[in-house]
């Protein structure tokens, strides 16, 4: 049988989650047995995949080079996803929220599987469920299909705001205030050499 998965297809998909990733405001990394991230203590994906759930129900997963299932219902888990490391580093005061993705192939079709679980269940399983994401799920059938993906999938990424007046740049510096009360501000000057608006205080300087 010929391989379903391929280096080729593996670069495909990395390319693909890295602009998907940022499109979301979010950072994936690609994780292996031999290069293993984490899921909240169980090695990601190596000991996820004798423990893996779907739709609440146990299945039995392998991770795969070639995406070829030995058995039936068998799920080839071909690549392994999560934003850990940037969700933490933006959101340092909560428990959880980061996403991990397992991409497989089972009885020959293509499936992207999604989990945001942060602890154990008692059945000592890690659930996942089939993604909501239509565009996630469209671009890995494109790539196991063809080897490649249609661009279109790809969401735009965030617009970032523009500064370019006094009373924007105060409005920013009124949002890093929120948490801050005593902080106060002269209004601000524009710093032609820097392009950006600096905020004079009792407690330094802000650039926006």
């Not at 909240?40 to 795969?64: C, H, M, R, T």
């Not at 993705?101 to 154990?120: K, M, R, T, W």
């Amino acid at each position: 049988m010929d391989p379903v998965y391929n280096p080729d297809k593996d670069q495909a998909l990395k390319t693909f989650m890295d602009k998907w990733g940022t499109g979301m405001d979010q950072v994936y990394e690609r994780f292996t047995p031999d290069e293993p991230g984490e899921m909240y203590g169980p090695k990601f994906p190596n000991e996820i995949l004798p423990l893996l759930a779907v739709n609440d129900q146990a299945v039995e997963a392998v991770w795969s080079e070639d995406g070829i299932s030995q058995t039936p219902g068998q799920y080839a888990v071909v690549a392994a996803y999560n934003d850990t490391k940037d969700f933490r580093a933006k959101h340092p005061d909560e428990p959880a929220g980061d996403h991990y993705y397992l991409f497989a192939i089972v009885d020959g079709q293509p499936v992207v599987l999604h989990s945001q679980q942060n602890e154990g269940q008692p059945s000592g399983l890690v659930h996942f469920v089939p993604t909501e994401n239509t565009a996630l799920q469209a671009a890995f059938e494109q790539i196991i299909a063809n080897g490649y993906f249609d661009e279109s999938l790809v969401p735009e990424a965030p617009a970032e705001a523009v500064v370019d007046s006094p009373e924007k740049a105060q409005s920013v510096i009124m949002d890093l205030q929120l948490n801050d009360e005593t902080i106060d501000y002269d209004q601000p000057v524009y710093r032609e050499s820097l392009g950006a608006y600096e905020f004079v205080g009792s407690q330094g300087s802000y650039y926006v």
